[in-house]
């Protein structure tokens, strides 16, 4: 939704500002950008309401900051594996491949 907006999710659709993904002309997954994806989405199932400064949950007390370095460190230490590279590869596939997202 962030790179495409809703209709990304879907199919696409014509017209309208330009999305960000085209914007930023992302072309492929990073580390950060699928750590971040993965942090956001454990911070939407958690009972936390709002991101603070701090990088720690306030409710649930969860070091979103921590944990996002340390998921990246890992990432970037295992980038070139062929199991990683697999998976970014079908990632990749899957994020970019609805056409050309020209809108």
Same mark, same amino acid.
């Given at each position: 939704?962030?790179?495409?907006?809703?209709?990304?999710?879907?199919?696409?659709?014509?017209?309208?500002?330009?999305?960000?993904?085209?914007?930023?002309?992302?072309?492929?997954?990073?580390?950060?950008?699928?750590? @971040?994806?993965?942090?956001?989405?454990?911070?939407?199932?958690?009972?936390?309401?709002? #991101?603070?400064? *701090?990088?720690?949950?306030? =409710?649930?007390?969860?070091?979103?900051?921590?944990?996002?370095?340390?998921?990246?460190?890992?990432?970037?230490?295992? @980038?070139?594996?062929?199991?990683?590279?697999?998976?970014?590869?079908?990632?990749?596939? #899957?994020?970019? *491949?609805?056409?050309?997202? =020209?809108?």
């Amino acid at each position: 939704i962030l790179l495409w907006g809703e209709s990304g999710l879907t199919a696409l659709q014509a017209g309208g500002p330009p999305r960000n993904g085209n914007r930023w002309e992302v072309t492929s997954l990073t580390p950060g950008l699928l750590v @971040w994806a993965g942090v956001v989405v454990i911070f939407l199932l958690s009972a936390n309401k709002k #991101f603070c400064y *701090s990088g720690k949950g306030k =409710t649930i007390k969860i070091q979103y900051n921590y944990m996002f370095s340390s998921y990246k460190k890992i990432l970037i230490k295992n @980038w070139n594996t062929e199991h990683t590279h697999n998976i970014v590869k079908k990632l990749n596939s #899957f994020v970019f *491949s609805k056409g050309s997202r =020209t809108a």
